[in-house]
Nanobody, 121 residues
Framework: QGQLVESGGGLVQAGGSLRLSCAAS????????MGWFRQAPGKEREFVAV????????DYAESVKGRFTISRDNAKNTVYLQMNSLKPEDTAVYYC??????????????WGQGTQVTVSS
């Protein structure tokens, strides 16, 4: 079956940067796209970014466009989320996903366990 394992979360001050990584194994890497969603306490799950298998197409939520960059290294079966100019409102658990090239969480077939990102003001 395979799995998705995120890493790279942590505590950072506003304006700082973090890079999340997601290592995929098995079937989890052989899908149309991989992406990132996030969920803050008391809020609904939210789309962040998605990238197609070859990396030719990407999509970002308006709230992160220009600050976050999604990329992938197929030789390493890994997807990255570079987060710059972080804001306190970016605080959330970030989940790596694998599935469709979509902002809809219901089109994602696989989910990682999540990694906490906390941005202090």
């Amino acid at each position: 079956q395979g799995q998705l394992v995120e890493s790279g979360g942590g505590l950072v001050q506003a304006g700082g940067s973090l890079r999340l990584s997601c290592a995929a194994s098995g079937r989890t890497y052989n899908t149309e796209a991989m992406g990132w969603f996030r969920q803050a306490p008391g809020k609904e799950r939210e789309f962040v970014a998605v990238i197609t298998w070859r990396g030719r197409n990407t999509d970002y939520a308006e709230s992160v466009k220009g600050r976050f960059t999604i990329s992938r290294d197929n030789a390493k079966n890994t997807v990255y989320l570079q987060m710059n100019s972080l804001k306190p409102e970016d605080t959330a658990v970030y989940y790596c996903t694998s599935g469709g090239f979509s902002r809809d969480y219901r089109r994602q077939d696989y989910w990682g366990q999540g990694t906490q990102v906390t941005v202090s003001s």
